[in-house]
């Protein structure tokens, strides 16, 4: 059974900085393509980034563009998402996903499995 456990995440003023990791249990996903989803409160999941599983192809959400960073180390089958110039609309429980097949890389149901996620929260 794989499972992604995200962390880095807590709470800052807007500006701020923040790591988010996700670490994979097996290593059957170190080569899959991987991404990141946030969920803001009463919104619906959201693309954020993502980054095919060689590192080629990599593509943000609008939203967080020039200011987020996805990032991954396959052989500590981990990835990251490096967030500067945190705004409250960043607030959001962030998931990292993984797939191994994924056609459309914003849409959620492309990817095999989930992180529990982890809690970012910005303050003005």
């Known amino acids: 059974q794989v499972q992604l456990v995200e962390s880095g995440g807590g709470s800052v003023q807007a500006g701020g900085s923040l790591r988010l990791s996700c670490a994979a249990t097996r290593d059957t996903v170190s080569t899959y393509h991987k991404a990141w989803f946030r969920r803001a409160p009463g919104k619906e999941l959201e693309f954020v980034a993502f980054m095919s599983w060689k590192g080629g192809n990599i593509y943000y959400a609008d939203s967080v563009k020039g200011r987020f960073t996805i990032s991954r180390d396959n052989a500590r089958n981990t990835l990251y998402l490096q967030m500067n110039g945190l705004k409250p609309e960043d607030t959001a429980l962030y998931y990292c996903?993984?797939?191994?097949?994924?056609?459309?890389?914003?849409?959620?149901?492309?990817?095999?499995?989930w992180g529990q996620g982890t809690q970012v929260t910005v303050s003005s």
């Open positions: 996903a993984a797939g191994q097949i994924v056609p459309s890389y914003d849409k959620q149901n492309e990817y095999d499995y």
